[in-house]
């Protein structure tokens, strides 16, 4: 087991040597754009009644576990010029919406299940559409940034 | 490396024998043993031979050596590192107690007499016997 | 001795020529029956001049399957031969010499083996 | 009659049994990025499979010895010791995968966070492996696990375009998102996931719990050559449906939860519900497999007493191994190692460690001795031989492609 943790780090680190920004940051993006569609994907299921909550609420979850990886990965490259500066900055700037958008639809789930604040529920729809924000942005930036694979 | 250059180079037919024949990496060595009940045993590690002393010079006519034992155990360990347990350390299965060998090596005695399963017995009665269930048939 | 002891060693001739190495010993069973079944005598030793392991006997027996895994390995341990105990002067972990004059046998195996395929 | 149900019996537990975590993961990663452009690797493993499975099964049947225990009279201890070494590091990581994978199925059911699930899992497959006889405890898992046929179900109510599917699996090629690199990476991983090692070692040890005898082999070719196929078109499916749904909104899979959403897309909670218990069964079927595969090799190497169809005091070791394996899992696990990434590993080293298992197989269904007049036929032969050496080529490939692709990332 150690040999294969072992190897799983070394070529993660070279690959985090290696990579220039914006490599690394189509990279970031890519995952991204994944774990944010993940997210508006089982929201509309859970809206349309085809997913129960247990699923969707891990889904939620494991995404938040892997866009705080992936900005953690991200925020551990130095960008060197100005160019890249603006990168870095608008790259961890949409990956912190998408945590903000997830986040956020993971606390709605949750309310809903133990029925919390009634006075002022954050419905699910406001959720959605921040996550659908945060995946439009994030397809943009995609777009212009390729896989970087 | 040098590469023996004296290898004879007519081989005559050998001489017929009285019995079946076994080369010893190809029918003995690794082969599963089994007692007389069909309970695996151990595997043929290594075999002992009687009759032949290591580096003495062998008189002329001396009786052929014999296979006095299947060995078992830390010998194993030995023949892959490299280096050889004390003879006291070897766990010997007579020859006497073989009665077939053909994929198999069986044996016509019981593995409970053998030394050569005593880490089996250990495990069984301090461990396995202990666990609710394990001396039953699996449902 | 522990047979182990002996495979692999280095075979000379009785002027102290490499021959090769023991790549296996033969056992005939032809002695006075124990228990159960007859004693197993050393009848003598398969020298293979090219490799001290012996790869599965392809040398010794008709087998030519599987193409070409068979014939490499019998290629491979072309050259062997086997001496009988009477040749033997010295076996050891380094080094077996044999007498001066010895025979060299063909190793060939009659058949399969000992044990054919139990009929479960 | 009952023969015909023995017959389909022997089937439906082939299909259900076939699918992995290794299956299930790779085939979904693999669809979710390069749609059905890599299927053809899946075909590929299914030949083989079928080929080696059948080739132990009759040398376990006819000879009565298991594949291990060929391995080492064949290689000798040393190489065999090697060899000893390299599978049981592979088993133990897919055992550490399987029971991480039966974890995170019931988090999909319960909610409850899946690292609570591993002790609960790990014993339950101990329990079962320790009371429970090997005939039912495979039909069991076997058939429900074939509630993953909901997979291909949900293919067909997502009403894909058949044509670009086909268009895909037919004429494979890069996709522009993806490098050359990382699209081989993925053939292997598929490969080694269809191949996995564990199955020759279950499937011959398997045939000796059973006592199987040479009349019994055209039964167990045909639960081989129907059952795995059918097994193959289970995982093609599970790719089928991560190609329609989720490659189009750029969702790449990383975790089990997503694997599941194009099922609910297709077919609501009732299919996702069938899913889960196949993800579930299939899972845990594979742990049981996996779990005795290492007292199967580590026993048959050592000569050790082993087999279900003993009460465990006759086989101590064995049954001692095995629970000494399910800890070390449950260690691995508790540590936070994701077993999605394990997952990902342990096919990939399952595929460098394929012809460390395959050769001495190929070498003693050729030998008389053991075999009789029961040896390899010429086609076999030359089958065996051409997936030797692809074999060989994804076994060479795979750690230099493992660290250039940084594990497919």
């Known amino acids: 087991m150690s040999a294969a943790v072992l190897l799983c780090a070394l070529s993660q680190s070279v690959i985090a040597c290696s990579a220039p920004v914006d490599q690394a940051a189509a990279s970031a993006v890519n995952q991204g754009a994944s774990a944010v569609g993940t997210g508006v994907l089982s929201l509309d299921l859970l809206a349309k009644e085809r997913a129960g909550t247990p699923v969707v609420e891990t889904g939620l979850e494991d995404m938040a576990e892997e866009l705080d990886t992936v900005r953690k990965e991200f925020l551990d490259n130095v960008p060197a010029t100005t160019d890249e500066r603006a990168l870095h900055r608008e790259v961890d700037a949409a990956l912190e919406r998408a945590q903000g958008a997830l986040s956020l639809a993971r606390q709605t789930l949750a309310s809903k299940d133990t029925s919390a604040g009634p006075d002022n529920p954050p419905s699910l729809a406001n959720a959605r559409a921040a996550l659908a924000a945060s995946a439009k942005e994030l397809e943009t930036l995609r777009q212009r940034l390729g896989t970087g694979r | 490396m040098n590469r023996p250059r004296n290898t004879p180079t007519s081989l005559k037919s050998p001489p017929s024998v009285g019995g079946p024949v076994?080369?010893?990496?190809?029918?003995?060595?690794?082969?599963?043993?089994i007692d007389v009940d069909g309970l695996p045993v151990t595997t043929v590690d290594d075999i002992e031979l009687e009759g032949v002393e290591a580096d003495l010079p062998i008189s002329l006519g001396a009786r052929a050596p014999v296979i006095s034992a299947l060995l078992?155990?830390?010998?194993?360990?030995?023949?892959?590192?490299?280096?050889?347990?004390?003879?006291?350390?070897l766990i010997r299965l007579p020859w006497h107690d073989v009665s077939a060998v053909d994929v198999t090596v069986r044996l016509g005695v019981r593995s409970e007499s053998l030394s050569a399963s005593w880490v089996e017995r250990w495990v069984r009665d301090k461990i396995i016997r202990r666990i609710p269930g394990g001396k039953h048939d699996p449902d | 001795m522990i047979l182990t002891d002996v495979l692999g060693s280095r075979v000379l001739n009785s002027e102290g020529d490499l021959l090769g190495r023991v790549a296996d010993a033969r056992f005939v069973l032809d002695q006075p029956p124990g228990q159960l079944l007859a004693g197993a005598r050393l009848q003598g030793l398969i020298v293979s001049p090219h490799s001290a392991g012996s790869f599965m006997g392809y040398e010794r027996n008709d087998v030519t399957r599987p193409w070409p895994i068979a014939q490499i390995l019998k290629w491979w341990h072309r050259g062997s031969f086997l001496v009988l105990w009477e040749d033997i002067e010295i076996m050891g972990p380094e080094t077996v010499r044999l007498r001066e004059g010895f025979t060299a046998y063909h190793p060939g195996l009659q058949g399969a083996g000992p044990g054919q395929a139990p009929q479960r | 009659m009952k023969r015909l149900l023995g017959v389909a019996l022997g089937i439906l537990t082939a299909i259900g049994g076939f699918v992995d975590i290794g299956d299930l993961v790779t085939n979904a990663v693999v669809g979710s990025r390069f749609g059905l452009s890599l299927i053809w690797v899946v075909g590929v493993g299914v030949v083989g499979i079928c080929l080696f499975a059948n080739m132990s099964g009759r040398v376990a049947a006819v000879s009565g010895r298991a594949t291990f225990e060929v391995i080492r009279e064949r290689l000798g201890p040393r190489a065999g010791l090697a060899n000893l070494g390299a599978s049981f590091f592979i088993n133990l990581m897919t055992v550490t995968a399987e029971i991480g994978g039966i974890?995170?199925?019931?988090q999909l059911v319960t909610s409850i966070h899946h690292l609570l699930w591993i002790p609960v899992g790990a014993f339950a497959v101990w329990l079962v492996i320790w009371r429970v006889r090997f005939k039912i405890m495979e039909n069991v898992a076997g058939l429900l696990g074939l509630c993953l046929v909901v997979f291909g179900v949900a293919l067909f109510l997502l009403q894909p375009d058949w044509g670009q599917l086909a268009g895909q699996a037919m004429a494979p090629a890069v996709p522009q998102t993806e490098s050359a690199a990382v699209y081989w990476f993925y053939a292997i991983a598929l490969f080694g996931a269809a191949m996995t090692p564990y199955e020759v070692f279950f499937f011959s040890s398997g045939a000796v719990e059973e006592g199987w005898k040479v009349k019994d082999l055209v039964q167990s070719r045909i639960n081989v050559l129907a059952g795995f196929p059918l097994g193959g078109l289970l995982s093609v499916a599970i790719a089928g449906c991560a190609a329609v749904v989720l490659l189009p909104a750029g969702i790449e899979v990383t975790s089990l939860s997503q694997i599941v959403l194009p099922v609910a897309e297709a077919g609501g909670k009732l299919a996702l519900a069938l899913a889960l218990i196949g993800i579930l069964a299939a899972t845990f079927g594979a742990a049981l497999e996996t779990t005795l595969s290492s007292g199967y090799t580590l026993a048959q190497f050592f000569g050790w007493s082993w087999g279900k169809f003993r009460r465990p005091v006759r086989a101590a070791r064995f049954h001692l191994s095995m629970i000494i394996c399910l800890v070390v899992a449950i260690g691995?696990?508790?540590?936070?190692?994701?077993?999605?990434?394990?997952?990902?590993?342990?096919?990939?080293?399952?595929?460098?460690?394929?012809?460390?298992?395959?050769?001495?197989i190929l070498i003693v269904a050729n030998d008389p001795q053991y075999m009789g007049k029961h040896v390899n036929s010429r086609a076999v032969n030359l089958a065996a031989n051409v997936y030797l050496v692809i074999i060989l080529v994804a076994s060479l490939a795979a750690i230099p492609l493992l660290i250039i692709t940084g594990a497919g990332a």
């Open chain 2, 72 to 89: 078992t155990g830390p010998v194993l360990g030995t023949r892959i590192f490299g280096g050889r347990p004390p003879s006291s350390r």
């Open chain 2, 22 to 33: 076994l080369d010893a990496q190809l029918h003995l060595l690794d082969r599963q043993v």
């Open chain 4, 103 to 106: 974890a995170l199925a019931l």
């Open chain 4, 332 to 360: 691995v696990l508790a540590t936070g190692a994701d077993p999605i990434l394990i997952t990902e590993y342990s096919v990939v080293f399952s595929a460098v460690a394929l012809p460390l298992t395959y050769l001495p």
